[in-house]
């Protein structure tokens, strides 16, 4: 079912099990944040200022970002190429998947948990924007993380 995100001005097919965050938490105007309270799975879509990178080497700038802000100093890539859309012009969108250690609201590294983060984005030239769509699945939760799930292993 699409949900309409910024103020409708997209709309996207979201699960219907996730919490739109906006309602538990102010999130900046420029992210669309959904999160599944069983699996702890997010999806953020984000619209950005483009990046200085052509191609995949700009998914991946976001992706060591996002490495960054998780205090994640040995990303790995499980899967980076190019995605193709049959609305989209070629070159102008890209996946990767990886995986990285990442702690919640900077809890410290004894609450780290293991993340598989697929991103997509799509390149909008014209507007020298970048719309980035991230979708973060923990496949371990630390016993000192915020939050700890049933379905998910433990560390």
Known sequence: MPRNLFGGAMSMAIPKDMTDISLLRQVPDHQEVFADAQTD?????????????????????????VSELNADDQPHF?????LSLDS??????????GQQEAAKFNEGAEAKN????CMALLRLPEHDTDILVTKNTPTRISTSSSRIYSNVKNI
């Open 41 to 65: 799975t997010s999806i953020i879509v984000e619209i950005l200022e483009s990046v200085p990178h052509t191609g995949i080497q700009a998914l991946k700038y976001h992706y060591e970002q």
């Open 78 to 82: 499980l899967h980076v190429g190019p």
């Open 88 to 97: 989209v012009p070629k070159d102008s969108a890209f996946i990767l998947c």
């Open 114 to 117: 293991t993340v598989v983060v």
